[in-house]
């Protein structure tokens, strides 16, 4: 049974540029969350997407969008990158918006802005 | 408010060891308290988690000790062997808020043979 699955693994880009992460979420889950997670620092909350809409967002700027498909499947985008969105950035899914104590977590998409 | 401070950012400990990291919050909103290890070029997993009403939970050699007066909570790692060697970090969720968790900066265990 394949847990949450993320692609890329790593990519570079330069600033300015815009980025589109995916994520798959485990099998049963229904509900993905995107975390950022800087080097030394523990996961900051993104945003949740439960039936194909934004349920939750964390305090980050509109550069940061999301969807997610009727598959569940989930697509991460940043536009306009800056140096400080370098970052490790994951998936974690969930079988319902409320599913804390069952939260999977991908290995993330490590993103290097120069 | 929405903050969980931990400590200690690093630890080492002698195999056998006991182990015991520290967190503290201040939102008395938080309703479950789980802690998550990582290993280089992983995700978080689930380690243990614990509710507010209950003031310890133990699985295996991981123990969690909560004071809800303190607004502190706690995890200690028994017999800790080098496989535990890993970045553990405790995290908050708040009642009703799907589950979004709020993390700790995370603490570098190193268990050395």
């Known amino acids: 049974d394949a847990g949450v699955t993320q692609s890329p693994t790593h990519l570079i880009k330069t600033r300015g540029q815009q980025v589109t992460l995916r994520c798959s979420p485990k099998s049963g889950h229904d509900t993905v969350s995107w975390y950022q997670q800087a080097l030394g620092q523990g996961p900051q909350f993104i945003f949740q997407?439960?039936?194909?809409?934004?349920?939750q967002r964390g305090n980050f700027p509109d550069r940061f969008s999301g969807h997610q498909y009727p598959n569940y499947s989930s697509e991460l985008n940043v536009n306009a990158l800056l140096l400080g969105d370098s970052a490790l950035y994951l998936c974690?899914?969930?079988?319902?918006?409320?599913?804390?104590?069952?939260?999977?977590f991908g290995a993330g998409s490590r993103l290097t802005v120069l | 408010q929405q903050q969980v401070k931990q400590s200690p950012q690093s630890l080492i400990v002698q195999k056998g060891g006991i182990s015991i990291i520290n967190c503290a919050y201040e939102n008395t909103a938080f309703d479950y308290f789980p802690w998550y290890q990582q290993f280089p070029g992983k995700g978080p997993a689930l380690l243990i988690a614990i509710r507010p009403d209950v003031s310890e939970k133990k699985e295996g050699r991981f123990t969690i000790s909560f004071n809800k007066s303190a607004k502190q909570f706690s995890l200690h790692i028994m017999d800790s062997q080098p496989g535990d060697s890993a970045t553990y970090f405790c995290?908050?969720?708040?009642?009703?808020?799907?589950?979004?968790?709020?993390f700790g900066a995370g603490t570098r265990l190193a268990v050395h043979p």
């Open positions: 997407y439960y039936e194909e809409e934004e349920r």
């Open positions: 974690a899914s969930s079988p319902d918006p409320s599913g804390a104590n069952v939260l999977t």
């Open positions: 995290a908050a969720k708040i009642s009703g808020g799907y589950n979004k968790l709020i």
